[in-house]
């Protein structure tokens, strides 16, 4: 069943059934999705896929536990079926998932359409990079796109459709010259737009040349940081990845109330970064993959100040979250599909450009580290440690920038680092991509200003 076939009264039908039993709050949620890609290794497609799915998903809170159900192809009548289950005993399973998104076969045949010129440009930049270097190893792409429509309604009134596209592209290439540790490197680099179309074969040819270039430069002309405690400059090229993991995470609601994030609870008001700090977390930007007009529960998007200043404003709220703290939703309810329940969750978080010029910041450190693209890392949300590998990074000497550097990482604690960071350049840098919490992916816009955090632990390999 599409989601524009079922009537209003069908709707209100179904949310009184969930009720009949007294629950707190019901909600119905339809969903369309279609994807589309091609990952291509080592010269040749390694999977296609193209395929849709709908269905629906259910939620019911009653004392406090959240009760959900799902279906894929409902009918009316079964989805009537499946509110009447979801309202049993309150000891029933509490996620009924059925049905899977539907795939055509992996095959040349199915790059038609739109991927199909994408195919052919990726072919063409694959044989012009090894043509460059006998090192490479593997060169991966992957290019997808998507759009996602979905209607919602509550008991609490709401009632809501909308619809959003996205496209992604990603380019890794592992160069070597040999067999033993740290003769192998890789490098990484993301296109990221609102619709397949504005992905360009131009773009794609440039990135990949980027990425090919910081792989070998790391292979044959980097050397080993020097470990120990220094000044880092983090160029706005670096994207978000700091602020997404460091305090981002650590702000989401649920974690907070769950007790998983205590370095904030109880903060509200309090100084928890340097003055220089503001973090905004903004789903009304245009064209960012974090970009929306509503959650998946229906409200409507706003910008949201979590830090001004240094000091704690708000935290990422869904309905749940909201009603349990007695405020409001900031629109951060988000959830993969329609087989999962909602939860706070990031859109496009950054922190907003201060008043240094990022050429007087470089010029202001001595000796340091310049770090202009991160790795991975993994943060600690009950006290904010963490360890961010540097894909990219570089000596400061005097003010200038020297030698490249391999298999660095910066080792910290995000409330000590933010709190430390004393110049803030005017500029912006994105990264995007896709967040992973309790199983659920997001599509995700972080940005940050150049920064300088004057001492934090650099680690090598």
Not at 81 to 107: D, H, M, V, Y
Not at 261 to 271: D, M
Not at 277 to 290: A, C, K, Q, S
Not at 370 to 397: C, H, L, P, S, W
């Amino acid at each position: 069943m599409k989601m524009n076939v079922i009537s209003q009264s069908d709707v209100d039908l179904i949310l009184k059934k969930m009720l009949l039993k007294g629950g707190d709050f019901a909600e119905i949620y339809f969903a369309e999705s279609e994807i589309a890609g091609f990952s291509f290794i080592d010269k040749k497609v390694e999977t296609a896929s193209s395929g849709n799915t709908n269905g629906v998903g259910l939620r019911l809170i009653k004392n406090g536990e959240t009760y959900c159900a799902s279906q894929s192809s409902p009918s009316v009548s079964t989805i009537i079926s499946l509110a009447e289950r979801l309202t049993g005993e309150p000891n029933q399973t509490k996620l009924n998932n059925t049905g899977q998104l539907k795939i055509e076969p992996s095959s040349l045949a199915r790059l038609t359409g739109a991927l199909h010129p994408y195919l052919k440009v990726i072919e063409n930049t694959d044989k012009i990079l090894r043509q460059k270097s006998k090192q490479i190893r593997q060169i991966s792409f992957r290019i997808s796109s998507g759009k996602k429509n979905f209607y919602v309604a509550n008991s609490e009134k709401i009632s809501i459709t909308h619809n959003k596209e996205s496209a992604l592209f990603v380019i890794a290439v592992v160069v070597s010259s040999g067999n033993l540790p740290g003769q192998t490197q890789t490098a990484h680099e993301v296109i990221a737009e609102s619709s397949l179309r504005k992905i360009k074969p131009e773009d794609i040819k440039e990135k990949s040349e980027v990425a090919f270039k910081r792989a070998s430069d790391l292979l044959n002309i980097a050397v080993p940081p020097l470990a120990g405690e220094m000044t880092v400059v983090l160029s706005s090229s670096a994207g978000g990845t700091m602020i997404h993991e460091a305090i981002g995470h650590s702000l989401e609601a649920d974690l907070v109330q769950k007790g998983i994030s205590p370095v904030y609870f109880g903060k509200l008001g309090k100084k928890v970064a340097s003055e220089k700090i503001t973090v905004i977390d903004n789903p009304t930007l245009e064209n960012l993959r974090g970009s929306y007009k509503y959650d998946d529960e229906g409200t409507l998007s706003q910008k949201t100040v979590l830090v001004e200043k240094g000091v704690l404003k708000c935290y990422l709220y869904d309905l749940l979250t909201a009603k349990k703290d007695g405020v409001k939703s900031t629109g951060n309810g988000r959830r993969e599909s329609y087989h999962h329940k909602p939860i706070p969750r990031m859109s496009n978080t950054y922190i907003s450009p201060g008043s240094d010029n990022p050429d007087d910041i470089l010029k202001s450190v001595k000796k340091g580290i310049f770090v202009k693209r991160m790795g991975g890392g993994q943060v600690n949300t009950a006290n904010g440690d963490f360890i961010f590998e540097v894909e990219e990074g570089y000596e400061i000497i005097d003010g200038k920038i020297g030698k490249m550097l391999r298999n660095a990482s910066l080792i910290g604690n995000g409330p000590a680092v933010l709190n430390s960071i004393d110049m803030v350049g005017t500029d912006l840098g994105w990264q995007h991509g896709t967040c992973g919490k309790e199983s659920q992916g997001a599509p995700v816009s972080d940005a940050q200003p150049t920064l300088r955090i004057p001492k934090i632990t650099i680690g090598g390999i």
